[in-house]
DNA sequence: CCGGACGCCTGTCGGC
DNA sequence: TGCCGACAGGCGTCCG
């Protein structure tokens, strides 16, 4: 998916088109994305006005009162805004409607991704009770990534992937993060020194903050509001560069497969 | 509580 | 050329 850079791209880039406006209402295609789009949309959302477009780790949230809309973009998911005309195609799920004739159209093959309703005044969506700190805040320093670790004998590669220690971090950023910081991805989490703990947390704002700068990364699904990609890709260390010269010491970066998943790193660099 | 396996989907790519 | 398995940005659920 779609990992913080990505879904905080979408978001900046939406902002403008959706705050101040009022949705009109939905179209759904397709409701059997991961969990089933809520039958009752369209009337939930006609005549709402949005007052605000907020994230939580890979969590979109569209507040127009008395509810609040939660979208999650899965591995293949991304938001394009479009003129209410524009013909849907394949993986065209769902359409939410704008006053200003244009519609936020999600897109997501593989139907890993979920759009949630719920009531603002009422409890939190379930999904969002239990993420861990944003990495991008003060609340995420290596004091409490060193704490986090303690005990743990998970690597520490799932262990920065787990959003109950931190959210927003998937495959590529804690790869590329993993990379900046020295550490191998199948090091024990629990025998993270208190320094790899704070070099892995600098490391990991600086990655997600240049991928921001530059939209985000795309593999192949990714898109911008405005179908652009995120040029990070071409700024990738270690992810996806399997044989190829590390940047920094030219050794060959290593492909290895960890909990059903790839692991690039520099055999060199990383320790 | 923790950690690992599984399942949910479709598309693409490489090897035979 | 065609088929088939492996793999791809995620994550909730289940089981030991």
């Given at each position: 998916m779609p990992e913080l850079p990505e879904v905080e791209t979408t978001r900046r880039g939406l902002a403008p088109h959706l705050v101040g406006h009022t949705f009109t209402g939905a179209r759904v295609r397709n409701p059997r994305l991961r969990w089933p789009v809520p039958p009752d949309l369209a009337q939930r959302l006609a005549d709402r006005p949005i007052e605000a477009l907020t994230r939580r780790g890979k969590y979109l949230l569209i507040h127009a009162p008395p509810g609040i809309t939660l979208l999650h973009l899965g591995m293949s998911g991304s938001l394009r805004l479009v003129t209410h005309d524009t013909p849907a195609g394949p993986h065209d799920h769902v359409d939410l409607c704008l006053d200003s004739g244009r519609v936020l159209r999600l897109h997501d093959p593989r139907r890993f991704g979920s759009l949630h309703w719920f009531e603002a005044?009422?409890?939190?969506?379930p999904l969002l009770t239990r993420l861990g700190p944003e990495p991008l805040e003060p609340g995420f320093d290596g004091a409490y990534l060193h704490q986090a670790s303690r005990?743990?004998?998970?690597?520490i590669k799932s262990l920065v992937m787990n959003a109950r220690v931190v959210a927003g971090i998937g495959n590529i950023y804690a790869n590329e993060a993993l990379f900046l910081a020295g550490?191998?991805?199948?090091?024990?989490?629990?025998?993270?020194t208190q320094r790899e703990a704070g070099d892995l947390v600098a490391a990991l704002r600086r990655v997600l903050k240049e991928a921001l700068e530059q939209g985000g990364t795309t593999l192949r699904d990714f898109v911008r509001e405005d179908g652009r990609p995120g040029y990070f890709t071409q700024s990738l260390?270690?992810?996806?560069?399997?044989?190829?010269?590390?940047?920094?010491?030219?050794?060959p970066i290593r492909q290895i497969p960890q909990q059903g998943r790839s692991s690039y790193y520099c055999p060199r660099c990383q320790r």
């Open positions: 005044a009422g409890p939190p969506h005990g743990r004998r998970v690597s550490i191998r991805p199948r090091r024990a989490a629990g025998r993270i260390r270690a992810y996806g560069r399997a044989g190829r010269p590390c940047p920094v010491c030219h050794t």
